[in-house]
């Protein structure tokens, strides 16, 4: 079993519409946990970081659920914009040097 | 504000040629990481580097060999290229310590083995 799992995608979505990406992770130790966002042919860059509690940024939700070792981001009103490779990241210790990544979700957000 | 930087863009290589990917960030960072990026199978972390002097091997160290120069320079060394090492390469770094962070990427590096 892969570490960090996400759906298989892609997701094709209109304009408008709120899609969910779900992924989850086999070390429970984990400590860290982040969505990072990949446009076509370029680096991924944060997108956001995922705390216990939820939180939001603008039009994006991400959630944690540590007992069943589930992570979530929701992205809401979807723009052409959006269109991108999500990337669901896990630290798996507390000194930074274990970053996993999953495999990733394209979406594209179609007019 | 540069970030990371890493060269060359693109490389195409011979089976058995050697070659260096550099990389350099001005974040003053103390930690590095080179990571690899192949389709469906997400990034995979070669070697990293948690402070100046300190290099340790990753998921797939095999076939590369890596030089923390000073704080802001990290390289990547592949001795024998081999067509199995055609891939994206990328360089990271992150503030290290503790609390791991935001990791930043460079461009990344495409490069093919013949």
């Known amino acids: 079993r892969k570490e960090v799992e996400q759906d298989p995608g892609p997701f094709n979505v209109p304009e408008g519409a709120t899609v969910a990406f779900n992924c989850t992770y086999s070390n429970s130790a984990s400590q860290s946990f982040f969505w990072y966002r990949q446009d076509c042919r370029k680096e991924p860059k944060l997108l956001m970081s995922?705390?216990?509690s939820g939180n939001e940024d603008g039009r994006f939700t991400a959630q944690l659920n540590r007992a069943s070792q589930y992570i979530s981001l929701l992205i809401r009103d979807s723009k052409l914009s959006d269109s991108a490779t999500y990337l669901c990241v896990v630290n798996g210790d507390n000194y930074g040097q274990n970053f996993v990544f999953g495999p990733g979700t394209r979406l594209s957000v179609l007019p | 504000n540069a970030g990371v930087t890493q060269t060359p863009k693109f490389q195409v290589l011979k089976t058995g040629q050697s070659m260096t990917l550099q990389c350099a960030q001005d974040?003053?960072?103390?930690?590095m990481y080179w990571y690899r990026q192949d389709p469906g199978m997400g990034l995979r972390l070669i070697y990293y580097s948690a402070s100046e002097g300190t290099t340790d091997k990753g998921e797939v160290p095999n076939g590369y060999n890596v030089s923390r120069l000073n704080k802001r320079e990290f390289s990547l060394r592949l001795e024998s290229a081999a067509p199995s090492q055609t891939s994206v390469y990328f360089c990271a770094s992150s503030a290290g310590g503790s609390w791991p962070g935001e990791l930043f990427f460079g461009e990344g590096s495409r490069l093919t083995v013949l």
């Open positions: 995922v705390y216990s």
């Open positions: 974040m003053n960072h103390n930690s």
